[in-house]
T-cell receptor, first 111, second 112 residues
Framework: QKEVEQNSGPLSVPEGAIASLNCTYSDRGSQSFFWYRQYSGKSPELIMSIYSNGDKEDGRFTAQLNKASQYVSLLIRDSQPSDSATYLC???????????FGGGTRVLVKP | SQTIHQWPATLVQPVGSPLSLECTVEGTSNPNLYWYRQAAGRGLQLLFY??????ISSEVPQNLSASRPQDRQFILSSKKLLLSDSGFYLCAWSGGLSSPLHFGNGTRLTVT
């Protein structure tokens, strides 16, 4: 079992719709969770951090964390063609310094 | 504000040649520093991380090495490159435990 798992996609979403991305992790002691966006040929950029169970909203992005079920999700509302990218889920184990990344979900927003 | 510089942006090297990639961080002190590699169409693989000067943790045994000669400088090296070393190399920093990583622009290395 991979430490951090994501569906590779592509997730095809019509413009204006909600894109829903999921991520599961294996270490129950994990404490810190992040979503990164990576455009083709570019480096990842941080879009959301979440540390507590529940929802966290930032603009059109909402991160959801459920530690009991060991999953974290990302919702992108009002999806735009500029949201087309690969989204990486990353997890830090308890009291750790290292981020472990999932393989990423490729999102395609079609006009 | 903090910035991270990584160079060169692209590099083409023959098999068996040496490698040196450099990364520097500005605007923060005592950052945690990281080297990741991303092979084409693949995920991010942690190669090395450092929590302080001269402190290097290696995650994957290979022909690469890392050094941290100064607080905000991180260097990735190889004495002899292999074809399998081709990839996108990313340097990153974080502010400490449980903090997110912030990436440099990356170096695309092609070993021919």
């Amino acid at each position: 079992q991979k430490e951090v798992e994501q569906n590779s996609g592509p997730l095809s979403v019509p413009e204006g719709a909600i894109a829903s991305l999921n991520c599961t992790y294996s270490d129950r002691g994990s404490q810190s969770f992040f979503w990164y966006r990576q455009y083709s040929g570019k480096s990842p950029e941080l879009i959301m951090s979440i540390y507590s169970n529940g929802d966290k909203e930032d603009g059109r992005f909402t991160a959801q964390l459920n530690k009991a079920s060991q999953y974290v999700s990302l919702l992108i509302r009002d999806s735009q063609p500029s949201d087309s990218a690969t989204y990486l889920c990353a997890v830090i184990k308890a009291a750790g310094n290292k981020l472990t990344f999932g393989g990423g979900t490729r999102v395609l927003v079609k006009p | 504000s903090q910035t991270i510089h990584q160079w060169p942006a692209t590099l083409v090297q023959p098999v068996g040649s040496p490698l040196s990639l450099e990364c520097t961080v500005e605007g923060t002190s005592n950052p945690n520093l990281y080297w990741y590699r991303q092979a084409a169409g693949r995920g991010l693989q942690l190669l090395f991380y450092s929590v302080g000067i001269g402190q290097i943790s290696s995650e994957v045994p290979q022909n690469l090495s890392a050094s941290r000669p100064q607080d905000r400088q991180f260097i990735l090296s190889s004495k002899k490159l292999l074809l399998s070393d081709s990839g996108f190399y990313l340097c990153a920093w974080s502010g400490g435990l449980s903090s997110p990583l912030h990436f440099g622009n990356g170096t695309r290395l092609t070993v021919t």
